[in-house]
């Protein structure tokens, strides 16, 4: 019998297939869980994960929001742990992605959601978490408000040309990871979904060993790097490989379910 004790599983791309659904493998062998707690960690403000935790009967569990910056107790909502960025950071990065004819979304501090202008990558943002966003102008928000993360939004060929282009500045003060071929998250730079691991790890007394971790993007590969056991998705970007000790099915066929009983999770 396997010794985990906490699963972090990634939403989009992994639990969900590719039509946003649980299957109902995966609902029935995570909702059958008894000794290991099953606990969803996304790029997604809570909003994009409540009805997944309701769905999955995970009430007595915690949730990974915003990729680690938000981590939460599900039953009480009690914020466990909570990093945020400063607005003068965020509206230098909005002046860069405008310049590059890009676009750009950010969530408040309290989980708003706004952007300078409606386009169709932040209605993806919209339909998935169902939320509104609100247009507001960046170039009047204090340098002082805080930010729970923002988002260079735009086609996968604009994000693949832009990436290498991100100015050192960015990429010091901010953790930079692409959490989909659409989605370039900047978060607190001291955070992301590994750190995040360990964080709820450590309180709750269990050591990392006792861990796994399942995702297929960049913005999992820390929480793979971290946890004692890692499971990339067999839809996975390829810079997961050197992180995973094991290869799953695809989000289409299960593949969630297919790891917990490979390793024999109860």
Not at 42 to 51: A, D, F, L, N
Not at 96 to 125: P, Q, S
Request: proline share 2%; aromatic share 8%.
């Amino acid at each position: 019998m396997s010794n985990i004790k906490l699963i972090f599983c990634d939403l989009d791309g992994t639990l969900l297939d590719s039509k946003k659904n649980v299957s109902k493998l995966n609902e029935t062998t995570i909702s059958n869980l008894k000794n290991a707690k099953f606990i969803i960690a996304s790029g997604r403000p809570i909003e994009g994960v409540m009805r997944y935790n309701e769905l999955l009967k995970l009430k007595d569990s915690y949730s990974l929001c915003y990729n680690g910056s938000l981590i939460i107790e599900n039953s009480t909502k009690h914020v466990i742990h909570s990093s945020t960025i400063l607005g003068s950071i965020v509206k230098k990065l909005y002046h860069f992605a405008i310049k590059n004819g890009l676009n750009f979304h950010a969530f408040l501090e309290n989980g708003e959601l706004v952007t300078n202008e409606n386009n169709e990558y932040t209605a993806v943002e919209e339909r998935i978490n169902q939320i509104e966003a609100h247009v507001i102008n960046f170039d009047d928000i204090k340098d002082d408000m805080k930010f729970i993360k923002c988002m260079i939004v735009s086609s996968k060929e604009n994000l693949d040309k832009i990436i290498p282009l991100i100015p050192t500045e960015f990429q010091t003060n901010l953790n930079m990871v692409r959490s989909s071929n659409i989605f370039l998250e900047f978060l607190n730079k001291d955070i992301n979904k590994g750190l995040g691991l360990k964080i709820l790890a450590k309180y709750l007394n269990i050591d990392i060993s006792d861990t796994m971790a399942i995702g297929d993007a960049d913005n999992d590969r820390a929480m793979l790097e971290y946890a004692g056991v890692s499971v990339a998705m067999e839809n996975r970007f390829p810079v997961l490989d050197k992180y995973a000790d094991f290869i799953t099915k695809s989000n289409d066929e299960s593949g969630v379910a297919y790891a917990i009983k490979h390793y024999n999770v109860s």
